[in-house]
C-alpha cells in the first residue's frame, strides 16, 4: 500500500514559479515510477512527468519539457515538480501517482493540489 499527498499549489501569475511536492508512505524502491499528471477544467486528466529515482530515467509531456523539472528524495520518500515560466494553460489540479516499472498502469493516486495561474 502507498500514500501519496501533494502540496504546494497555489495562484500564480503567467511567467512566475511554483514547486509541488509529493509525499509518499509505504514500501518504495528507487526504481518505482512517481509521477505527475493534471487535469484542466472539463478537460480529462493528462501526464506531465515521471521517472524513477535517476534523473537519466525521467519523462516530460511535450508541452511542459523544458519548463518543468521532476526530481526526488528517496530518502524522503517525496517527489517534486518544479514548474517554471507558467502559463494559464498549465491551470489544473496535478496529482502524484505511482506505479511499479513492471506495471503499465498507475495504481495510486494522491488527492490532487490545484495551481491557477493568472493572466
Known amino acids: 500500500q502507498v500514500q501519496l499527498v501533494e502540496s504546494g499549489g497555489g495562484l500564480v501569475q503567467a511567467g512566475g514559479s511554483l514547486r509541488l511536492s509529493c509525499a509518499a508512505s509505504g514500501v518504495i524502491f528507487s526504481t518505482d515510477i512517481l509521477g505527475w499528471f493534471r487535469q484542466a477544467p472539463g478537460k480529462e486528466r493528462e501526464f506531465v512527468a515521471a521517472g524513477t529515482q535517476w534523473s537519466d530515467s525521467t519523462e516530460y509531456a511535450d508541452s511542459v519539457k523544458g519548463r518543468f523539472t521532476i526530481s526526488r528524495d528517496n530518502a524522503k520518500n517525496t517527489v517534486y515538480l518544479q514548474m517554471n515560466s507558467l502559463k494559464v494553460e498549465d491551470t489544473g489540479v496535478y496529482y502524484c501517482?505511482?506505479?511499479?516499472?513492471?506495471?503499465?498502469?498507475?495504481?495510486?493516486w494522491g488527492q490532487g493540489t490545484e495551481v491557477t495561474v493568472s493572466s
Open positions: 501517482a505511482f506505479r511499479k516499472t513492471t506495471m503499465n498502469d498507475y495504481a495510486y
